[in-house]
Every structure is written in structure tokens, then in C-alpha cells.
């Protein structure tokens, strides 16, 4: 299903549903309501796309203030599209596609702008954690990586956000052989080439690691056509949205 826009504080966000990410509130940010100028207008979170420092550090001041913590508590990654998973803290962004978090006063962000943005919640423990899944991470495993540091990954819940639909994502042959084995993940194209649906991939992913069907949840909304986010297919140089989450009075 998909979740209308709505405001946190002046900000346009997309909700998660609260059954979604059980203890965990979750929203992804739109391109709207940020300072940064075209192409990367105007709530643009990435701070290695071209855009001015000083608008990326206001944007990201206005999505904490958003998730309600201090700007320094508003934790992103290096995202590398591979495997590594590391523990949320201050500081400078660790080289990691998955985040994981127990603690009340840290915001994890993951950003995107067409691969998928996935949020991991356990509804017996304070842990929950964010993943960026292009088909880079999903091809070596990262949700794999992320979901063996949780205790029990069989009761996880998933939540995944906007991503390019398969419509617009045509591939080589190289890349659709690594998916080849998955149902409805693969789509005739012209020539050689497939259309790759990401999110058939995640959901057969998360499926396989024992994750019930009623657990896996998606928005239905799509990067495609960079109006409400920003799509690095689309074209680029463009800026980067977020899946945001925090704990929100779950279990301590």
C-alpha cells in the first residue's frame, strides 16, 4: 500500500504505519521542503551529490528536527552498496549499508534515490535497523548480514520504502543471471536485456531468511519520475531522500 504525504513539524513526509515497524516510527522524506537549489531542489540529504554543504546540513537539520533529535543524533552510513552492518553512533558515518540501533535518542537515516530503503524492527527487543538494498547489497546479502544480528529473525517485521519500479529499470544480462532464480524478479526487455523488479528480489530475500509473509510490508510508491523524490535514473546529478526511523516507546 501506499501512504499519503503528510507534515512532521513543516516537513512533507510519507508515514510507515505504525503495525509496519512495530516500537519504531518511520517515515521517508520527499524532494520537498529543503533549501537546496536545481538539480537537487530542495530537500536533498546527500553530501557527495554536488550540492552545497550548507544546504545538505540544513536539510539534514530540518529531518532530525522531523524525527525530533538533535541534528548530531541524525545517523547516516557511507553506503557502499555491499554487506557491512554497523552499530548507530554520533560521529563520522561508518562504510556500511545496514544500521542497527537499540538506543531511544539516535535517528538512523539510510538515503536513496531509487535503491531501496528497508527498516527492520523486532517487537520483543529495542533492536531495529535500516538497509540499503540496490541489487549490489541484495545480490551479496546484505539483508542476510543484517538480519543475523537480530536474536530472533524469524519474528522480525520489514518495512520497505520507495524504490525504481521495474518499469523503468532496465538490465544487462550480467546483472538479471544473479536474479535469475527468483520468482517475478525478471522481466523480458529489448534485446538481452531484462526490466529487474528490486522489490520481488527483497521480499523473496526476506521470505527465504523466515521472515512470515504478513511481516513484510512495502509502500507502493515509486521513484520513477523524481517529482515527490529524487531518482538517480531519472536523471543525475540529483539528491538523495531518506527512510528515517526511531524508536518510539518500545519495549527498553
Not at 527492520?120 to 543475523?148: I, K, M, Q, Y
Request: with cysteine.
Amino acid at each position: 500500500m501506499s501512504s499519503p504525504v503528510s507534515t512532521s513539524g513543516a516537513l512533507p513526509v510519507l508515514d510507515l504505519p505504525a503495525a509496519w515497524t512495530p516500537g519504531v516510527r518511520a517515515f521517508v522524506t520527499t524532494r520537498a521542503g529543503g533549501v537546496s537549489a536545481a538539480p537537487f531542489d530542495t530537500l536533498n540529504l546527500g553530501d557527495h551529490v554536488g550540492d552545497d554543504p550548507a544546504c545538505v546540513a540544513e536539510n539534514r537539520r530540518r529531518v532530525a528536527a522531523a524525527a525530533r533529535v538533535t541534528p548530531v543524533s541524525l545517523i547516516t552510513m557511507a553506503q557502499c552498496h555491499g554487506r557491512e552492518v554497523a552499530w548507530a553512533a554520533p560521529g563520522a558515518p561508518a562504510p556500511a549499508d545496514a544500521l542497527l540501533c537499540e538506543r531511544e535518542d539516535l535517528a538512523l537515516a539510510v538515503l536513496v534515490a531509487d535503491c531501496l530503503p528497508i527498516v527492520l524492527c523486532d517487537p520483543e527487543s529495542p533492536r531495529f535497523a535500516v538497509v540499503h538494498a540496490g541489487w549490489r547489497g541484495l545480490d551479496v546479502g546484505v539483508l542476510a548480514a543484517t538480519l543475523a544480528h537480530f536474536a530472533s529473525p524469524r519474528r522480525v517485521v520489514a518495512a520497505i520504502g520507495p524504490g525504481i519500479s521495474p518499469a523503468r529499470y532496465p538490465v544487462g544480462p550480467e546483472v538479471a543471471a544473479r536474479f535469475a532464480d527468483v520468482p517475478g524478479a525478471l522481466t523480458p526487455d529489448e534485446g538481452d536485456r531484462s526490466r529487474l523488479d528490486l522489490v520481488a528480489v527483497a521480499v523473496a530475500q526476506l521470505h527465504q531468511l523466515g521472515l512470515d509473509p504478513a511481516q513484510v510490508h512495502r509502500l507502493d510508491a515509486v521513484t520513477d519520475d523524481s517529482a515527490l523524490f529524487f531518482s538517480h535514473r531519472a536523471g543525475a546529478p540529483t539528491g538523495r531522500v531518506a527512510l528515517v526511523a526511531r524508536r518510539d516507546g518500545g519495549p527498553s
